[in-house]
């Protein structure tokens, strides 16, 4: 046992040793599998790794949960843990020269089309209703962007972070843990490795929605609209 | 500076760096201080929920700091992020208004004037950590890192970033409030 400081009273020297004897804590089973498992494995292999990731329990939670109203709060434990996996799964691969044209075009078909070109598409993966998208950022970082749909349960984001305004885009900020929630049209959007306050372009991105989503809301408009045309006597589109 | 000095424990393996010269990968980190991570993440939160998300926060940290590290002490830097990222913790998820550290060192000890402390009495460690977890957390902070890790006075002071006499006070009011806990 390491003694306590010399100007220390008799007494101090009790609860000093009591602490000290304190064994040490082993963590649960399983908890740092996802740590240790340092397989070099380059972008394309994601989608593996997060099965296997799922298989040993780590990340076995899907990711977010649904509310009965249909709305969603991530988990942003679970997704944090994941963003971890890609991102170390990149390693030094240079992401570009990894993903082929339809790969590339599967990434930003989950994000948007205006995703800036600093963040280069390096990877994606779906799993159940939860789509990621792996941003490469070079010198060994990355960016996650996980997508589910419905919108975000805004009042059940937790008091690890705050709602905030970046580009008129309403979101969800920890800033510590640099996780921004968005809302992605009907989608709520995730966003895991960047400070949102470094990444106002990107979640401008995300916000914006996507073009399928773009074309199914004009659908949408266009049958309300000519559903009420009708009653009201408006004529019609041919 | 933590990241520099030299290992702090006097005896305790807590604390040593089997190589102090060499600056781990971040694969490493997580397989040969994973335990140790997690070992102080739970005397800090008390619980295994909240310390493996303390750990896995840390290792976000370690991921991204481990570029600019400067070989030296590398279990003094973990705890440094580990601590200071449990105490950020902490205070982001206290919204209410925190409650001012007393500065009457008397104060600790009010109640149990000469009263001894029935240490084999108890069901440790199991008590003894609940007793640590009802700390206030920079308190708590203090105390494992003096006694359950062993670092001197001056290197938690750098770690917490606070001046040396209140690293001594947190420390021994901690230790007195866990003496008077123990007694009651």
Known sequence: MNAPGPEEEPWEADVHGLLWDLPDVEPPPGFLAAAVDHRPMHAGRIFTSLVAIAVLGVGATVGVALAADGTVTPELDALARQHLVAERDLGGDDAADVLDSDARDAVLGIVGPDVPD???????????????????????????VFVTAGAPDWDAMGSTGHRREVDGAMVWSDDQRQITVVQAGHDTAVIVGVDPDDAADLIAAVAAPTPSATESMMDHITAVAGRLAGPFGFPTAE | MVGTADSPAQDGPAVTDADPTTVPTWEEVA??????LYSLAYRLTGNHQDAQDLV????????????????????????RITTNTFLDRVRKQNRRPT??????????????????????????????????????????????????????????????????????????????????????
């Open chain 2, 31 to 36: 397989e040969q201080y994973g335990r140790f």
């Open chain 2, 56 to 79: 896995q926060e840390v290792l976000l940290r370690v991921r991204r700091g481990l570029a600019g590290y400067q070989p030296g002490n590398f279990k003094g830097w973990l705890s």
């Open chain 2, 99 to 184: 409650v001012a550290l007393p500065e009457d060192p008397d104060r600790v000890l009010a109640g149990s004037p000469g009263a001894d402390v029935e240490l084999a009495a108890r069901d440790l460690p199991d008590h003894l950590q609940d007793l640590l977890s009802d700390l206030q957390p920079e308190y708590r902070a203090a105390v494992v890192l003096a006694d359950v890790l062993g670092y001197s006075y001056e290197e938690i002071a750098d770690i917490l970033d606070v001046p040396l006499g209140t690293v001594r006070s947190r420390i021994h009011r901690g230790r007195g409030r866990l003496r008077t806990a123990l007694a009651s």
């Open chain 1, 118 to 144: 600093s963040y280069v598409p390096a990877g994606h993966a779906t799993r159940n209703e939860l789509r990621q998208a792996v941003f490469d950022l070079g010198a060994g970082e990355a960016v996650s």
